[in-house]
Nanobody, 121 residues
Framework: QVQLAESGGGLVQAGGSLRLSCAAS????????MGWYRQAPGKERELVAT???????NYAGSVKGRFTISRDNTKNTVYLQMNSLKPEDAAVYYC???????????????WGQGTLVTVSS
């Protein structure tokens, strides 16, 4: 069973920064793409940023230039550095990963439990 554990959420003033981390744990698996999504109250979950195993990144237009996604493949960990935070960035942030079990070809998806980011104006 592969699990994701997020950390780093909290309360920050507008203009401030936060760094989210998400570590994958389990056995005999290989992570492919990883990403961050967010869901604000009353809104649908939306993509924030993704990163492939080779480091190719993709960002939502609303965060481009302010957020940076990175990963450490040796630690099966993905990070989201969030700078110049705005009140509209407040949401529960979820980590996501696509993975396969070693020796198999099937692709699976797993989500973290979410971490709350609050931005005060």
């Amino acid at each position: 069973q592969v699990q994701l554990a997020e950390s780093g959420g909290g309360l920050v003033q507008a203009g401030g920064s936060l760094r989210l981390s998400c570590a994958a744990s389990g056995s005999a698996f290989g992570i492919r793409a990883m990403g961050w999504y967010r869901q604000a109250p009353g809104k649908e979950r939306e993509l924030v940023a993704t990163i492939t195993s080779l480091g190719t990144t993709n960002y939502a237009g609303s965060v481009k230039g302010r957020f940076t996604i990175s990963r450490d493949n040796t630690k099966n960990t993905v990070y989201l550095q969030m700078n110049s935070l705005k009140p509209e960035d407040a949401a529960v942030y979820y980590c996501n990963a696509d993975f396969h079990y070693i020796g198999t070809f099937g692709l699976h998806e797993v989500w973290g439990q979410g971490t709350l980011v609050t931005v005060s104006s």
